[in-house]
């Protein structure tokens, strides 16, 4: 079993939908929790970061962190065609460098 | 412009073929990473590098060599290249003090 598993996809929406994308951890010493989007042909880029439990919004971005369940999400409102994109998940528990990755879910966003 | 960059983007080459792919950050950052990213597998990093003359091994580092002579250099060698290691390749760099890690734009190696 992965450390980190994440549901590949490919996910499609119409814009302006609400997007939902979700990891799921085994590592219970895991304290750093992060989002990253990575656009076709290039490196990803940090989207969120959460430390520990808890909520995080951004904008159009709100990351969730549930301990208890080993569970963490990122919500996308409002979608957009810019959004299209891959969401990789990442996790830590000694530093915020030393990170598990999730797979990556492929998200479009249609016009 | 703050950026990390990557050489060659594409590569090809042969079993055993010695090979080099160079990475710089112009952002002084102390911390390097390498990472390869293969499907259904997401990124596993390979070697890391706290600061010049400081490296250390990642999750998948058989096959590969690092080395930081300089802070701005984090070169990915592969004495002996093998098939397995067709992947994309992903540098990064961090400063300690924060969480932020800016990646590469990636190179793309194929082993034949």
């Known amino acids: 079993q992965k450390e980190v598993e994440q549901d590949p996809g490919p996910l499609s929406v119409p814009e302006g939908a609400i997007v939902s994308l979700n990891c799921t951890y085994s590592n219970s010493a895991f304290q750093y929790f992060m989002w990253y989007r990575q656009y076709s042909r290039k490196g990803p880029e940090l989207l969120m970061y959460t430390y520990s439990s808890g909520n995080k919004e951004d904008g159009r971005f709100t990351a969730q962190v549930d301990k208890s369940s080993k569970y963490i999400s990122l919500f996308i409102r409002d979608s957009q065609p810019s959004d299209s994109a891959t969401y990789l998940c990442a996790m830590s528990s000694g530093s915020a460098r030393q990170l598990t990755f999730g797979s990556g879910t492929q998200l479009t966003v249609l016009p | ?112």
């Open chain 2, 1 to 112: 412009e703050a950026q990390v960059t990557q050489n060659p983007r594409y590569l090809i080459t042969v079993t055993g073929k010695k090979l080099t792919v160079t990475c710089s950050q112009n952002m002084n950052h102390e911390y390097m990473s390498w990472y390869r990213q293969d499907p259904g597998l997401g990124l596993r990093q390979i070697y890391y590098s706290m600061n010049v003359e400081v490296t250390d091994k990642g999750d998948v580092p058989e096959g590969y060599k690092v080395s930081r002579k300089e802070k701005r250099n984090f070169p990915l060698i592969l004495e002996s290249p093998s098939p397995n290691q067709t992947s994309l390749y992903f540098c990064a760099s961090s400063s300690l003090s924060e969480e932020t890690q800016y990646f590469g734009p990636g190179t793309r190696l194929l082993v034949l």
